[in-house]
């Protein structure tokens, strides 16, 4: 079973960056679209970027298109969200998971411990 654990939250202040990783263990994420999901305090989790397997297509949340980049490294099993002009209202726990490609759904209801990051103002 393919684990996925993320990391490279933090603290920053409003107009900072962040790259968060993803890194795969126990299988390969070389053939799955993966997508990258938040969720804040009392709120639903939510969609914030996807990736295809090939890197032909990227899909971003409108609040984050223009400020956020993903990316993928298969070589190193390892999916990155880099995170530019952050805002407070980017704060929230970051998720990485398997996606379908056709809509970017979790293919799995399946999440990992995810990686807080908090944007002061």
């Known amino acids: 079973q393919v684990q996925l654990v993320e990391s490279g939250g933090g603290l920053v202040q409003a107009g900072g960056s962040l790259r968060l990783s993803c890194a795969a263990s126990?299988?390969?994420?070389?053939?799955?679209?993966m997508g990258w999901f938040r969720q804040a305090p009392g709120k639903e989790r939510e969609f914030v970027a996807a990736?295809?397997?090939?890197?032909?297509?990227?899909a971003y949340a409108r609040s984050v298109k223009g400020r956020f980049t993903i990316s993928r490294d298969n070589a190193k099993n390892t999916v990155f969200l880099q995170m530019d002009s952050l805002k407070p209202e980017d704060t929230a726990v970051y998720y990485c998971i398997f996606v379908r490609p056709s809509d970017y759904a979790p293919l799995f209801d399946s999440w990992g411990q995810g990686t807080q990051v908090t944007v002061s103002s």
């Open positions: 126990g299988g390969t994420i070389t053939t799955f679209a």
């Open positions: 990736i295809r397997a090939n890197e032909a297509y990227r």
